[in-house]
């Protein structure tokens, strides 16, 4: 079973970048549908990206795209999210999660399909 564990959260100015990363010693992530979600202070969680290895493909929601991109290490067994041009709305705790299925396939953010979560990691976005 997956043991998430995030890094790579911090403080940055507008404009400014971060790369997080996702990771766990428990089994391989490429067997796995890979999300990000995102929590800001007073909201419910929201989806950001998910990836599959099982058909490559990313995806990602509108506010993020061509700002964030997901990819995936196999030799380290990680899931990164880069992300770039981050604003003030991007503040939030981040965090991965999988559905848990064996070579599962991106099928939406609804938080009640995810079994399995990482710690979370702070990104502030602030001048």
């Known amino acids: 079973q997956p043991l998430l564990v995030e890094s790579g959260g911090g403080v940055v100015q507008p404009g400014g970048s971060l790369t997080l990363s996702c990771t766990t010693s428990?089994?391989?992530?490429?067997?796995?549908?890979i999300a990000w979600f995102r929590q800001a202070q007073g909201k419910g969680r929201e989806g950001v990206s998910c990836t599959s290895k099982m058909d490559g493909r990313a995806y990602y929601k509108d506010s993020v795209k061509g700002r964030f991109t997901a990819s995936r290490d196999t030799a380290t067994n990680t899931v990164y999210l880069q992300m770039n041009n981050l604003q003030p709305g991007d503040t939030a705790i981040y965090y991965c999660a999988t559905e848990g299925l064996l070579y599962g396939y991106c099928t939406g953010y609804d938080v009640n399909k995810f079994s399995f979560w990482g710690q979370g990691t702070q990104v502030t976005v602030s001048s």
């Open positions: 428990t089994t391989t992530l490429d067997n796995y549908a």
